[in-house]
């Protein structure tokens, strides 16, 4: 480090002519949860008319993202004259919308995907020429590796080693432009052999070829970018144990864009919008969808094309928003956008996609369907997007209407969300009670057929069904107000309301009768009715009676109850008579139970073969549909779960603030019910003690963020409190932020 500050200390000195700046930036966190991070960053700049300096210091022990570093981790030398630019050391580009190289480093999601290397660029009046050589180590979080994962998703415990050339040219005309794209990567991708489990590593070579078109006219614009994809191995590959299996799926991308400005009343000043996507670089399966490292012939990390998505500012809709799969989506969206009045400006804005294929399983062996059944797609080229659970559906519609009314700025929306986020489809053999043509029996009246009552062998020849998919659908009200006075203060208020439900849904199907034991001898099946068993003997019990005549002994007619239920209240009560069945003492209720079949009696759960795994008897061909909610609400009395439909969801923001110095808001975030799984116990922090004197704290995180301006180039920042986590996402890449539990953030920025 200290020969880097001098380094740079030098060229100051000995070029006076050059310009030095940057910015630094401190992070820090820490948590009652043991979530804590503490990272700076210092950038510094030098440059003169023709050469430019950049360079990136981090010292982390830990980063709230990624590795620890100290030291150099980022630096570039640029040199321009005229049309003529040469780069060397990190390198970010992005060619067209990202089709085929769109490189950059987002340290909120933890992803950086430039690379180390060269860069020639030429720019004249009618053409651009770009070309990139280096290498670069992407490294990304994957479940495939479990030993090397880190419990809070924090560190990447995969890599993968590329090295890159490519270029890029690009002519212009008037109104027009067109570009033609090479890239190809050299790629070491670690791999988990199938047969040891140890880690291996597969060379792989990665081609793209792109073409792209634009058109910029005062009324309408355009813009077109294709691209392909092949995947091979070398022949010199170490690792020919994949030679055989080794079949990537050579496919291609296609993204475009038209954009209309109306010039005409009523619709003046009005534009609409519309994307289409469809990414069909791979075919992956639904139970490997978001698997890379199985897949290795997705989407180059380098390749980060359009999402074709709504990128919302709300917390609660940020939530909403799917990994996109930049290898395998179709997709599209358009917008309306235009001024109402005087009032402002309206949005309205419906996106979908699904992935590109529909899945099914088939089976070699029926009687080992387990085993043998396996995932096929039709290979046929989709256009829009399906609408079937096994294609993961995703749709949104969202209406928005914001401007001001004086000082006032509002903003309010609404939004519909729906999506499919897992599917899964499970299948067995089974066994149907009957003797079917070609199974094995004894005859035993000699008489060549089978008859009822001779002992066969039941083979397993049925094909049981069982398809769940997990689905989450929202309605969400996001709203913004902020009103400034003349003085430099300013009000906000910034209020989300969601209702929320997500549920997995199940879909079991049979081809014949699951097999049970008869126990009582009525031929059908008789399930295990919900029982409360006070006494714990395994069995249903009726209500000892009461009222015992011990001088007649017998039992009180009905004209005689009164004698004995002395307060007339219809039920027993300690004191008067009653008969002791299990000898305890005291009188016990009838225990309750759910009369399932309706006989008025507790019936006993008959044994059966649960073929397809939903917890009932099924009769042949019988498909069952039903759900599972993920949330639920304690019993006061005894911390029952009972599930519920709906989570409804509310944050609230108050915040005030003196223009330029300082603001101070406060973030409540609360939640109706819980979610079925691990349930972290949250602490009650000062913060939320103060609180609980206006609301109940149960299922609520209160935050409180500090914003102070020191001077026009420094600002810091601090947060106390309680923050939720949950799912993040930028450019189409999603992570998942653990809690933050009682602790406090702290970042200070400066500029010089």
């Known amino acids: 480090m200290k020969k880097i500050i001098l380094l740079y200390s030098l060229h100051s000195i000995i070029l006076s002519q050059f310009s030095i700046g940057g910015d630094t930036e401190l992070k820090f966190g820490e948590s009652k949860n043991n979530y804590y991070f503490s990272e700076v960053f210092l950038n510094l700049n030098m440059s003169n008319d023709m050469i430019s300096t950049w360079c990136q210091l981090e010292f982390s022990d830990p980063p709230e993202l990624g590795i620890e570093m100290n030291g150099l981790r980022k630096f570039r030398l640029d040199y321009t004259n005229g049309p003529l630019e040469l780069s060397v050391g990190d390198i970010y580009q992005i060619w067209g919308r990202g089709l085929i190289l769109n490189q950059f480093d987002d340290q909120n999601v933890n992803l950086d995907n430039g690379l180390r290397g060269l860069s020639f660029v030429l720019i004249e009046d009618d053409y651009a020429l770009n070309l990139i050589s280096g290498l670069s180590n992407i490294g990304r979080v994957t479940s495939d590796f479990s030993n090397n994962l880190d419990s809070e ?4 415990n995969h890599f993968s080693d590329h090295s890159l050339f490519g270029s890029d040219i690009e002519f212009f005309r008037e109104q027009f432009n067109l570009a033609l794209t090479f890239l190809q990567s050299r790629e070491s991708h670690p791999i988990s052999n199938p047969t040891s489990l140890e880690i291996d590593t597969l060379n792989i070579v990665h081609r793209s070829h792109g073409l792209r078109a634009g058109f910029q006219g005062n009324t309408i614009s355009g813009y077109f970018e294709y691209a392909n994809k092949n995947t091979l191995l070398p022949e010199s590959n170490i690792n020919n144990t994949y030679a055989d299996s080794f079949n990537p799926y050579n496919g ?11 010039r005409l009343p009523p619709f003046d000043g009005w534009s609409l919008t519309m994307e289409y996507k469809n990414y069909n670089l791979t075919k992956i399966n639904p139970d490997d969808k978001n698997n890379y490292v199985k897949n290795y012939d997705m989407n180059l990390i380098y390749t980060q094309p ?6 919302h500012s709300s917390v609660l809709l940020a939530r909403m928003i799917p990994q996109v799969s930049f290898s395998d989506e179709v997709g599209y969206q358009f917008a309306l956008v235009g001024p109402v009045s005087s009032l402002g400006y309206f949005t309205l804005n419906y996106q979908a996609a699904s992935r590109t294929n529909e899945w099914y399983k088939e089976f070699s062996d029926s009687s080992n369907a387990i085993f043998t059944s396996k995932w096929t797609s039709d290979s046929s080229v989709t256009l829009l997007p399906y609408n079937t659970d096994v294609s993961f559906p995703y749709n949104e519609l969202y209406i928005e209407m914001e401007g001001y009314i004086n000082k006032l700025r509002y903003q309010l929306g609404f939004a519909w969300t729906n999506n499919i986020t897992e599917y899964h489809a499970f299948y067995n053999s089974g066994q149907n009670g009957d003797w079917d043509i070609g199974e094995p029996f004894s005859d035993t ?6 008859d009822q009552g001779e002992p066969f062998t ?27 006075f003349s003085s430099g203060w300013s009000l906000d208020l910034k209020y989300e309301f969601q209702r929320l439900e997500k549920a997995t849904s199940y879909r079991n199907s049979l081809s014949s009768n699951e097999v049970f034991t008869d126990l009582d001898g009525d031929g059908i099946w008789d399930p295990a009715e919900e029982l409360i068993d006070l006494d714990g003997d395994g069995s249903w019990d009726p209500a000892e009676q009461t009222w015992y005549d011990w001088w007649l002994n017998g039992w009180l007619t009905d004209d005689q109850v009164s004698d004995y239920d002395t307060n007339g209240n219809g039920i027993y009560d300690i004191g008067e ?5 299990d000898g305890d003492g005291i009188w016990d209720p009838a225990e309750e139970f759910t009369d399932i079949d309706g006989d008025g009696i507790w019936d006993d759960g008959e044994e059966f073969d649960d073929l397809n795994n939903d917890g009932v008897w099924t009769g042949g061909g019988v498909y069952i549909d039903s759900s599972r909610s993920n949330f639920y609400v304690l019993n006061g009395n005894n911390n029952e779960k009972i599930s519920k439909d709906f989570q409804y969801n509310h944050m609230i923001t108050l915040g005030v603030g003196k223009s330029p110095y300082w603001s101070l808001s406060l973030t409540v975030e609360s939640s109706s019910t819980y979610e079925y799984g691990p349930q972290l116990t949250s602490i009650t922090n ?3 003690k103060f609180m609980s004197n206006f609301m109940d704290l149960e299922n609520k995180w209160i935050a409180l963020d500090l914003m102070l301006n020191i001077n026009e180039n420094t600002r810091l920042d601090i947060m106390y409190g309680t923050l939720r986590g949950g799912i993040i996402c930028s450019n189409g890449i999603c992570r998942y932020v653990e809690p933050f539990d009682d602790g406090f953030k702290l970042t200070l920025t400066s500029v010089f």
């Not at 008579?577 to 069945?581: E, I, K, L, M, Y």
């Open 252 to 262: 291609f991308s296609v993204f475009g864009n038209i954009n209309y400005y109306f």
């Open 577 to 581: 008579d009653f008969s002791d069945s």
């Open 306 to 311: 359009p999402t074709v998505m709504r990128e």
């Open 153 to 156: 998703l924090r560190k990447p």
């Open 686 to 688: 000062p913060l939320e």
């Open 445 to 450: 009246n000699e008489n060549g057929s089978w």
């Open 458 to 484: 039941d083979h397993y020849t049925i094909i049981n069904e069982r398809l769940e998919n997990k689905f989450q659908n929202a309605f969400t009200v996001p709203t913004l107000f902020n009103y400034k």
